[in-house]
C-alpha cells in the first residue's frame, strides 16, 4: 500500500516506518523536525532509514532513503494546508497513520499556542486533504491524558472524557472529536489510538524514563512528582508497533460505528500500571546504580494513574502486549550506553 506516516522522524514514527517498509510498502514519511527536545535524535532516526541529507533538512523537499527505495521523506510543517494537500494529491495515499504532534504535558503550560497549532490546525489539515483526497483509513494518535484523574480504571473508551487538566489533553480529545466529524460528515474511515506511557529505545528524552537515566548516570538528583506516589500503564515501543500494524493490515476490518460514522477509538496500552517507585526501582537495578530522588509535590497538568483497557483492541484485532517492564527498560538501557557511549 501506499502509506503517509505523519511524525516520521519521532520515536513512533520512526518504529512504524521501519515495520511498513520491512512489509514491503511503499512510504512517505513527514516531520517539521523541529527543536522540542535534540533534533539531533530525530535526525539520527531518520539516518536509520537511509535519509541522509544536508542539515536542516529543507522545508518541501522530497529526500529518498539509500536504504529502502521504497521510502521518501519530505520536511512539511502540519498546519501549513497548502503543502499537504498537494502531497495528498501527488502521492495517492491509501492510508494515513497520523501520529505528528506536540507532545508534552508540562510544555503545554509554558507554549499553549504550539499546540493549537500543530495539534489543532495540523490535524485539521490531515483531515481535510483525506476528505479532498479519500483514503482507505485514518489512523491517529491521541493520548491516555484524556481520561485526567478519573476515578474509574481501568480506563475504558465507554466512559466520559470530558474534563481534561491539561491543555495537550484537551487539543488530544479535540482531535477525537474532529475525526468524529468528519467520519460522520465526509464517511471518512478514522481509528484513534489512546496511547499510554509508550517507552522503548530511541525513545523521547522528555518522557521520565529517559531523564531518570540521564540523570542518574550523571549523578544528579530526579525530581520524583508527589512523592513517587503515581502509577503508569508503561508500554513497550514494540508491543504499539504490533498493534497498529494489526489496524493497517485490516482496513475497515470491523464495522465499528457510531452515531452512523464510521469511526473507531481504542486504548493501546500494557494494561498492567506499575508505581513510579518501583519503576524506579526497576531502572536502579539494570543500570547498577542508586537515584538520588528529590521527592517532591504534584505538578500542574499531571495524572495520578494510567490504566488502559484494552479488550476491545484484544477483541477487535487480536492486540496482545507482551513485554514485562523490566525486559523493555533493559533494551532502553543497552540502546542508551551504546548511543551516547556510556
Request: glycine content about 8%.
Amino acid at each position: 500500500m501506499k502509506i503517509l506516516v505523519t511524525g516520521a522522524a519521532g520515536f513512533i514514527g520512526y518504529y512504524l516506518v521501519k515495520r511498513l517498509l520491512q512489509e514491503g510498502h511503499h512510504v512517505v514519511g513527514m516531520d517539521n523536525v523541529n527543536d522540542y527536545y535534540d533534533p539531533e535524535l530525530k535526525y539520527s532516526r531518520l539516518e536509520e532509514c537511509g535519509i541522509i541529507g544536508e542539515r536542516p533538512l529543507l522545508f518541501g523537499k522530497e529526500y529518498m532513503s539509500n536504504v529502502w527505495t521504497s521510502y521518501r521523506f519530505v520536511r512539511i510543517n502540519l498546519e501549513d494546508k497548502d503543502r499537504v494537500l498537494l502531497l495528498f494529491k501527488e502521492k495517492e495515499f491509501e492510508q494515513v497513520i497520523h501520529l505528528a504532534a506536540q507532545a508534552g504535558v508540562r510544555y503545554s503550560l509554558e507554549n499553549p499556542w504550539a499546540y493549537i497549532d500543530s495539534n489543532i490546525v495540523g490535524t485539521m489539515s490531515i483531515l481535510e486533504a483525506c476528505r479532498q483526497y479519500p483514503v482507505k483509513q485514518l489512523i491517529y494518535a491521541t493520548s491516555s491524558s484524556v481520561y485526567g484523574n478519573s476515578p474509574d480504571a481501568p480506563y475504558s473508551t465507554e466512559q466520559c472524557v470530558d474534563y481534561p487538566i491539561s491543555l495537550y489533553a484537551a487539543t488530544k480529545k479535540s482531535n477525537e472529536l474532529m475525526a468524529y466529524t468528519y467520519s460522520h460528515l465526509f464517511q471518512i474511515p478514522t481509528v484513534g489510538l489512546r496511547f499510554f506511557t509508550v517507552y522503548g529505545p530511541w525513545g523521547r528524552p522528555d518522557m521520565a524514563y529517559f531523564s531518570f537515566t540521564k540523570k542518574i548516570f550523571a549523578g544528579e538528583k530526579i525530581d520524583v512528582f508527589n512523592h513517587g506516589e503515581l502509577w503508569r500503564d508503561f508500554t513497550y515501543i514494540d508491543d504499539i508497533i504490533s498493534g497498529i500494524d494489526l489496524i493497517i493490515e485490516n482496513p475497515n476490518k470491523i464495522d465499528n460505528r457510531l452515531n452512523g460514522a464510521n469511526f473507531a477509538l481504542y486504548n493501546i496500552g500494557n494494561s498492567s500500571p506499575v508505581k513510579l517507585i518501583e519503576f524506579i526501582n526497576i531502572l536502579e537495578s539494570i543500570l547498577g546504580k542508586n537515584a538520588n530522588l528529590n521527592l517532591i509535590g504534584m505538578q500542574p497538568g499531571d495524572v495520578l494513574s494510567t490504566h488502559a483497557d484494552v479488550e476491545p483492541l484484544e477483541r477487535d484485532y487480536g492486540f496482545k502486549p507482551n513485554t514485562p517492564l523490566e525486559e523493555g527498560l533493559a533494551r532502553f538501557v543497552k540502546w542508551y550506553r551504546e548511543y551516547y557511549g556510556k
